[in-house]
């Protein structure tokens, strides 16, 4: 250590806790390294590098070893590559997980060092559970001028870095790019040439006892996103600016001999003095907690361990845990066996209560956090602390803080006290000699505490309720209460619930042997003055952290966007009369950062649509010129298109699959339509063959073939064409349902949806389905795609033909059909009403009402099922309408305005690339017209409530669109707050200032922006809905619209 950790950085570091890499070496195959070559070819997944002294140049062996594949940014393989830089080359480590690289020696580290000065010295890109640990890293050549990092982490997480030293002439010590989670504890970091850290879009970024000094010219830690804290650390002789950043906290960190701006700088010292004054789990002041007593007493000594682990589903953190060990000193051992026995098996019952407790949870926490749509993580949080330890008590304290979900978590004590001679446990009437009196006295000082004074006095029922709780714990000699004996009395637990409500907390109470003396058998009673001892010496530096990897993953759904692209005559001289034209494509996209080869996929194949959609723009008008001659006696105004639609069937971290139809309408008199399913790896971003989704092809056609005789929907003739072309199908070694000559198909969350064209197969009406589903064949399938999430939403595309749907609902086995079938006016412009058959049930909506788009979604909620149908009015008018779907019947739950799936406008009305389709029902974007407020468009999150409804997340909707168009027409006096402290202020919207609509509350309140970055609140009163504020109509205070009156 560099320096000393006093009681605040101690307690800061309990905080911010260092977790999420193994260390446990037996998990790991652990390789010896000696030079640079066996360094680099030991870099692997789950292993643990141990270098012995000496210096390790990755440049001299990149530049003399050809099995190092030199990165092109295409590779998919996890691994070592080397990359060019401008003078020389870097070594890349690429999608590794669980690896550490440590120094054999502390005392003579080794040292990793690049010549290239715009080299990186090590780069670690898409990574996890990365530990680097007692290393010396830096360039070979003097200090100068470099544009290389040392260490360098891209779109990495869990990452830590102890004990090393990280010299310049390295451009920055560190950079992170969209990283989560990286820490450096008592690390060296100086002389780098434009700063310490350089750090974008990285949560949980933090420096822990480390040095930095001699670092020059730039900005020493440099934020573009996210948030970063410096606890307990020291700068020095820094030349260059402090941050760019509001988010740079500094904790109990000196700064001595920098720059101008740092000689005012905050370095946390009022933050830590509050720290150090917050109360304990007691109630009292932390510095006042009993901590083991000294050498000199002869009482047991020892220290206590957190052990952290998290359990990770890939990349996503599902539970945090931990669990304490308790190390006794050698003398004390020795002194007290029995004790030390009692306290090895405590530990060995905590350390498997620990790694037992993800196990048997696995399966609930995946579910649940499925549920909250993985917001927050499973958290069980552990904490232990001495209460009295001397030769006759050695007693503990142990809190438990449980979090599950929901507004809250919970709070249980648990408390062990022994006797250090025995090492058994003493029993609470072995101490109080009138548990009646003790459970009397217990009430008087609980009623009588700041904290509960007034709750008593306010709630005369409180304290029967107190006496109903307490004195059932009382009975049977006392076993049902959690209690610890201290040095001033004896403290009693009690967990969230017991004595009240939440609000009220987890009480404790101290009942003091002076205040009782009648009460306590006096051999428990301390006489004297308790010990006092240095809490740092206390703890140890929590345990590095274990990572426990799911062993059933559990997809989740992917946060796709889709927006369509549409193609217009660019010229005036292009637009006919009498009729228009046009071409459009659907396109999805996901984000770049999370899903690097997916988005790249997506963005190909956007681009081939495209390209494919403008070439045909000008042929549409040959082909819709002469279809307008021949029909232009006809008194309406045709519409000519082609374009391809996309109907999602499945979005989750394994598999995108959607069905592409290819829609003509307005040419050869009625529209025509042709599919094609599109399926592609998440984690690839290729395409997946139909042999990856099944297990063999005699499984697979004997599935097919009995899927074909249960159908009563289509004539033999047609059932023996599709046969013929499915087995053609499999002559081929691949079936790519994207390529020209491949099978269509689908995988969805249900089963393997098979499409056949009008041109495949002679038959008009469509396309044709053939469906084979994973529970009715499970020996079809591999498991990677018969593993579904909990939620999960996906598009049912509709047409005016028949498509059929089979959908399991509620899992019951049984598989229902039902289809969704659209009617056109007389002009086939217009839908005019919507049919859904369920069996032998017909429902349709806006029978009387004409609509120019329909949308349909299934929503799988858990173990509800419900079906959305969206429709848009010729005149924008957009109703969402709610089925609830069970095994025996359709039935519909009840309709509201807005939609799920919807593209957003820029000011200049063009469509942007930010609109927006279900994906899961727990979390999904809803578009709603705002009547109240103004007629503009509001977005927010939602869910599906308990009847199946869409409810909003939260309480304010976000306003679309840059819209500037209002200003005030007078001054108005108003609350604001700034985008970045957030701090409630009074003050006045000039007249003649531009406003933007920003959100709307639920109850009406309007917050708008004004171009300074200030944010307003009004809260209008509503009289005969007319809208008031601060006794003028809404309407008159600015000039342009608000709201609709």
């Known amino acids: 250590m560099f320096f000393a950790a006093g009681f605040i950085t101690a307690f800061l570091l309990a905080i911010v806790p260092v977790r999420a890499v193994s260390a446990d070496d037996k998990d790991n195959f652990v390789v010896e390294a000696g030079n640079t070559e066996e360094f680099i070819n030991a870099i692997a997944d789950d292993t643990t590098i141990v270098l012995k002294p000496g210096v390790y140049n990755v440049t001299e062996y990149l530049d003399s070893s050809d099995p190092v594949k030199e990165w092109t940014g295409e590779e998919k393989k996890s691994g070592v590559y080397r990359s060019d830089s401008d003078d020389g080359t870097a070594l890349l480590i690429y999608d590794i997980e669980n690896l550490s690289i440590v120094s054999s020696d502390p005392n003579n580290p080794a040292e990793i060092v690049c010549e290239p000065r715009r080299a990186d010295v090590l780069c670690f890109d898409r990574c996890e559970d990365i530990l680097l640990e007692g290393l010396v890293m830096g360039h070979t050549k003097e200090p100068g001028y470099c544009s290389g990092d040392v260490v360098s982490f891209i779109r990495s997480e869990n990452i830590l870095i102890i004990d090393s030293e990280l010299y310049g002439c390295g451009a920055h010590a560190l950079e992170t790019d969209y990283c ?25 970024l933090n420096f822990i006892h480390t040095q930095f000094h001699d670092c020059r010219d730039h900005i020493m830690f440099e934020l573009a996103g996210g948030k970063a804290a410096l606890i307990g650390c020291s700068l020095q002789n820094l030349q260059g600016t402090l941050t760019d950043s509001k988010e740079l906290k500094l904790i109990n960190t000196e700064i001595e001999n920098c720059f101008d701006d740092f000689k005012d700088a905050d370095t946390g010292d009022d933050e830590t003095q509050a720290e150090s004054d917050k109360p304990d789990h007691k109630g009292k002041p932390a510095d006042t907690e009993k901590r083991s007593e000294s050498e000199e007493t002869g009482f047991p000594t020892f220290t206590l361990k957190s052990h952290p682990m998290k359990l990770v589903d890939r990349n996503v953190t599902l539970a945090t845990a931990n669990y304490y060990e308790i190390i006794l000193s050698d003398e004390t051992k020795e002194k007290y066996p029995e004790l030390a026995q009692t306290i090895e098996d405590f530990n060995k019952n905590w350390k498997n209560e620990g790694k037992a407790f993800f196990e048997k949870n696995e399966k609930d926490i995946q579910e649940l956090m499925a549920n909250t749509g993985h917001e927050f993580s499973y958290e069980d949080e552990i904490h232990v602390a001495p209460e009295r330890i001397d030769d006759l008590v050695f007693s503990i304290v142990m809190s438990e803080y449980t979090y599950l979900g929901g507004a809250h978590g919970d709070t249980v004590f648990k408390c062990f006290n022994f006797d250090p001679s025995s090492g058994k446990d003493i029993d609470l009437d072995e101490v109080v000699t009138d548990l009646k009196g003790f459970g009397r006295a217990m009430f008087t000082e609980l009623s009588a505490s700041e904290e509960y004074a007034e709750y008593y006095r306010d709630y005369p029922e409180g304290e029967q309720e107190f006496f109903d709780a307490v004195t059932p714990q009382l009975d049977n000699n006392g076993k049902g209460l959690t209690w610890a004996l201290g040095y001033e009395g004896v403290w009693a637990f009690f967990d969230d619930y017991t004595l009240g409500p939440y609000a009220m907390g987890a009480p404790s109470v101290l009942v003091r042997f002076e205040d009782y003396p009648e009460l306590f058998n006096d051999r428990y009673v301390f006489k004297g003055k308790a010990p006092e001892s240095d809490p740092d010496m206390m703890y140890e530096r929590d345990a590095v952290p274990e990572t426990i990897r799911s062993k059933r993953h559990m997809p989740q759904t992917l946060p796709l966007s889709w927006h369509q692209e549409g193609f217009w005559p660019e010229n005036e001289e292009d637009y006919p009369e009498g009729y228009s034209y046009y071409t459009y494509t659907d396109a999805y996209t996901v984000p770049e950062k999370d899903y690097p080869r997916l988005s790249k ?52 971290d394994q598999i995108l699959s959607f069905a592409a139809y290819n829609n003509f309408s307005g040419i050869n008199d009625d529209p025509t339509s042709s599919v094609q399913g599109i399926n592609i790896d998440v984690q690839t971003g290729k395409d997946v063959d139909l042999y990856d989704v099944i297990t063999t092809k005699e499984a697979f056609m004997k599935a097919f073939d009995q899927s074909l005789s249960e159908n009563t929907l289509y004539v033999k003739k047609w059932k023996d064409t599709v046969r013929r072309l499915t087995e053609t199908a499999f002559s081929d070694d691949k079936i790519i349902s994207s390529a020209e000559s491949g099978l269509s198909f689908t995988v969805d969350y249900q089963g393997l949806m098979l499409y056949y064209n009008e041109e495949d197969t002679g038959f008009e009406g469509g396309p044709s389905t053939v469906f084979i589903g994973f529970e009715e064949h499970p020996e079809v399938f591999a498991d990677t795609y018969t593993n579904v999430p909990v939620n999960y939403a996906s598009e049912i595309a509709i047409g005016d033909y028949e498509s059929v749907y089979w959908y399991d609902f509620n899992g019951d086995g049984i598989r229902e059909s039902f289809s969704l079938i659209l009617s056109k006016d007389i002009n086939d412009q217009y839908l005019y009403h919507l049919s859904l058959r369920w069996d032998d049930t017909v429902v349709t909506l806006d029978e009387t009402g004409a609509f120019y788009n329909v949308n349909a979604f299934l929503m799988h909620d858990t173990d509800r099922d419900y079906l959305y149908v969206e429709t848009t009015s010729e005149n924008d008018y957009q109703t969402l309408y709610v089925f609830e779907i069970t095994t025996e019947a359709i039935a519909l739950v009840n309709s509201t305005e807005g939609c799920i799936k919807f593209m957003t406008y820029n000011e200049d009305g063009n469509g942007g690339t930010g609109g927006c389709l279900p994906t899961n029902p727990r979390k999904f974007s809803m578009e709603i017209i705002d009547y109240t407020l103004g007629t503009n468009w509001l977005i927010g999150d939602y869910c599906v409530d308990w009847v199946g409804m869409p409810d909003a997340n939260s309480y304010y909707l976000d306003y679309i669109g840059d819209y500037w168009y209002i200003r005030a027409a007078e001054d108005i006096k108003a609350v604001y707050t700034d985008e970045e402290d957030f701090e409630e202020k009074s003050g006045t919207i000039k007249k003649g200032t531009e406003i933007l609509l920003y959100q709307r509350g639920m109850d009406k309140e309007l917050r708008i922006k004004t171009r300074d970055g200030k944010i307003w609140q009004l809260i209008p009163d509503d009289k005969d809905g007319v809208l008031y504020y601060n006794g003028k109509e809404l309407n008159d205070l600015f000039e342009g619209q608000i709201y609709a009156g």
Do not use: Q
């Open 180 to 204: 989560e989670d990286v820490k450096l504890i008592e690390c060296d970091i100086h002389d780098c040439t434009y700063g310490c850290v350089v750090s974008r879009e990285t949560e949980e």
């Open 601 to 652: 996929r997506l963005d190909e194949l956007n681009a081939e649509y495209y390209d494919v959609y403008d070439m045909v723009l000008p042929l549409l008008r040959d082909e819709a010129e002469s279809e307008y001659v021949k029909g232009k006696e006809e008194d309406f105004w045709p519409v000519f298109s082609r374009g391809t639609d996309f109907s999602l069937c499945r979005a989750d």
